[in-house]
């Protein structure tokens, strides 16, 4: 079993950055690749990053390449995703996931609500 909290959201202008935290625990976390999703309003979850448990061979989505970027720091449990140049698109709630190919289903965290105003 793996718990997941999210930390680091909340509301931004346009323009500004954000930066999310995720720290894992529970059995061997640091053996799962971490991904980050949202999900806005009236809309299905899409994509947002993946990093493998290793912290290398970063994925992103399309609508986020260039401007976030993904890391982990497995010392300390905790995935990060670094938001800049946020857009009014980009608000939803944001979800860190764990997951390995044994468990493709993982474990996802509470969510937390990001909000860019324009």
């Known amino acids: 079993q793996v718990q997941l909290a999210e930390s680091g959201g909340g509301s931004v202008e346009a323009g500004g950055s954000l930066s999310l935290s995720c720290v894992g625990s529970?059995?061997?976390?640091?053996?799962?690749?971490m991904g980050w999703y949202r999900q806005a309003p009236g809309k299905e979850r899409e994509f947002v990053a993946l990093?493998?448990?290793?912290?290398?061979?970063?994925a992103y989505g399309d609508s986020v390449t260039g401007r976030f970027t993904i890391s982990r720091d497995n010392a300390k449990n905790t995935v990060y995703l670094q938001m800049n140049d946020l857009k009014p698109e980009d608000t939803g709630i944001y979800y860190c996931k764990a997951s390995r190919p044994s468990e493709p289903e993982g474990y996802w965290g509470q969510g937390i609500q990001v909000t860019v105003s324009s």
């Open positions: 529970g059995r061997a976390v640091n053996t799962y690749a």
């Open positions: 990093i493998n448990y290793r912290g290398a061979h970063p």
